[in-house]
């Protein structure tokens, strides 16, 4: 299991003890460090099933300061995983990903529901 964090990220931090604490093993990457590629983003967004869309981190300051909350709506997804591609801190994270499973964002049921079987 690939655990896809920013290490200053507050949510990371909260999922990693999360992750820690039931003893979930994971291999941790860091997204600045090792961007993910546009073939990892679109086999991704494939087996989580989600949009494009929800793999930004809408509430960072690259996607203000590119103002792509208006631009994201014209472009296609192949765009869009492009764009994400660039630069690790346009991707939402924390991250999870494994064979069957892609979780974007730290939402605890979800994971407990999706990791702990």
Not at 71 to 88: H, I, V
Not at 96 to 102: A, Q, S, W, Y
Request: glycine letters at 4%; charged letters at 35%; hydrophobic letters at 35%.
């Amino acid at each position: 299991m690939l655990f896809i964090e920013y290490p200053k990220c507050t949510t990371c931090k909260k999922a990693k003890k999360w992750l820690d604490e039931k003893g979930v093993e994971y291999t941790d990457r860091h997204i600045k460090e090792e961007n993910p590629t546009f073939e990892e983003l679109s086999e991704w967004v494939k087996k989580s099933g989600l949009p494009v869309k929800k793999f930004f981190n809408t509430s960072g300051m690259l996607y203000r300061e590119m103002q792509l909350k208006d631009k994201l709506a014209e472009m296609t997804d192949d765009e869009m995983l492009r764009l994400l591609s660039t630069d690790g801190m346009l991707v939402k994270r924390p991250l999870i990903v494994d064979e069957e499973t892609v979780l974007v964002g730290f939402k605890e049921a979800q994971w407990q529901e999706n990791l702990l079987k």
